[in-house]
């Protein structure tokens, strides 16, 4: 089926990540454009959302079995998604915080950056 060529789910759900990220640091917190208002922080919100949605299995009890997303390329991994998640749930507009596997910063004092 040639609708989905191309088509990286991974793709979609970093893109999804870094869009909510985006405009959970917009300033101001309230916009106009033709005539109608539109919250950023609202819409980053629910950017995040999209992109755990995308990585997690309803059907599993805590929502997660396993994500591919560590093994894709894309400079967003799960925990990203997750822990900024429920920081701006609970702080909307909170900074964000990369998460950072144990063996990136072993390679980076073994590298000596």
């Given at each position: 089926?040639?609708?989905?060529?191309?088509?990286?789910?991974?793709?979609?759900?970093?893109?999804?990540?870094?869009?909510?990220?985006?405009?959970?640091?917009?300033?101001?917190?309230?916009?106009?454009?033709?005539?109608?208002?539109?919250?950023?922080?609202?819409?980053?919100?629910?950017?995040?959302?999209?992109?755990?949605?995308?990585?997690?299995?309803?059907?599993?009890?805590?929502?997660?079995?396993?994500?591919?997303?560590?093994?894709?390329?894309?400079?967003?991994?799960?925990e990203?998604?997750?822990?900024?998640?429920?920081?701006q749930?609970?702080?909307?507009?909170?900074?964000?915080?990369?998460?950072?596997?144990?063996?990136?910063?072993?390679?980076?004092?073994?590298?000596?950056?």
């Amino acid at each position: 089926d040639g609708h989905l060529e191309g088509f990286c789910l991974f793709g979609i759900t970093a893109a999804a990540f870094l869009k909510g990220r985006y405009m959970l640091g917009m300033e101001p917190k309230e916009l106009e454009s033709h005539g109608r208002r539109f919250f950023p922080h609202q819409l980053g919100l629910a950017e995040m959302e999209t992109a755990y949605t995308m990585v997690t299995d309803s059907d599993s009890k805590g929502g997660i079995e396993f994500s591919f997303l560590e093994n894709s390329g894309w400079g967003v991994a799960l925990e990203d998604i997750v822990s900024n998640l429920e920081r701006q749930k609970s702080q909307l507009g909170a900074p964000f915080q990369l998460y950072q596997p144990k063996w990136a910063s072993l390679q980076m004092r073994a590298t000596g950056l």
